[in-house]
């Protein structure tokens, strides 16, 4: 039974995974060539890309679809709008050539869905980050000529992080162009991801948010924020565990600091929890559980919090009833739907 559109608030989904069919033969042809080497690939595409299960086929139909199917699918869940963004691990798994043709062509294609219907998709830039230059001025093109709301990277770029100053052309853009960038997440690196495989720990069920829960970390500790005080990243999942650990990080960076114990980690301008609750927003993609919602409501504020579906791999329509169900009021719950969404990404 489809959920009814809501009179009182557009819910407006903020993390919805898309990519093209010809992105998917290139994820494809690596399954077959094994050309790359990211354990962490091979373990997600070759569940999603190859699996005979009902989830994986009914993703890879979905997820190729920004046109009347996924309209369909929003339909029966009542949600209004979607904020497309290019599934993990997107362009970051080529050589930065291929990475930034790849970023202009998909932004361009959903660019061209989103103008077919501008009362349903709206969406994120995919950015080459490896190509720190090229990103920065993708990301100018897709938000000033194409529309686009602000930058998508999904974590590391082949074990790489960007709290090095090296890709830091691409937040000077984001803050000049005033618009966020979506840290998403992307399968621990080579070098971290071993004690995750052999339990399948390593994607969504835990290795997402322990490899981009450490990135925003890297970059809060770096002094990313010192450097652009008015950035802002955007967390899926509440935050990738980060919520519940504001008063100890605070805590032990500050004995860190204090004692010079490490060259890789400075005196900041502020606590690391203040970063988190003044150059972070937070979405609920695949969290549609009240508890940890409310908490991070509470530490963090409700004017960060914002509703994700997560759309095609946690297409659950009927938790968008749990959701509409919050102990909100009137204006938090139309905040968390639809105002903070509104604000953050100039829909
Ligand atoms: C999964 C989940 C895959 C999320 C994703 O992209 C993703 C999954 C490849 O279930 O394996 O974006 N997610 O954000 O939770
Ligand atoms: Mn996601």
Redesign the pocket.
Known sequence: MAIARSTDYRRIAT?E?WITPEMMRMYLRILETKSIVDPGFYS?WG??GTSQSERARLLFERIQDIGERRIADMEAAGIDMQLLML???GVQIFDPETATALSISTNDTVAQAIRDRPDRYAGLAAIPPHAPQAAAKELERAVRQLGLKGGLINSHTQGTYLDDPHYWDIFAAAEALDVPIYL??NTPPPQMIEPFLSRTLD??IYG?AVETGLHALRLIVSGLFDRFPRLQIVL??LGEGLPYWLSRVDFMHGGIVRANRSPGVRALQRRPSDYLRENFHYTT??MAWEPPISYVQRVIGHDRVLYAM?YP??YVPEEVAAMDALPLDAMQKRAFFQTNAERLFRL
């Open positions: 993390e995974g997600l569940f999603f599934t993990s691990p998403h997440p994607a969504a997402f899926g999942h993609s695949g997560d791999y946690q």
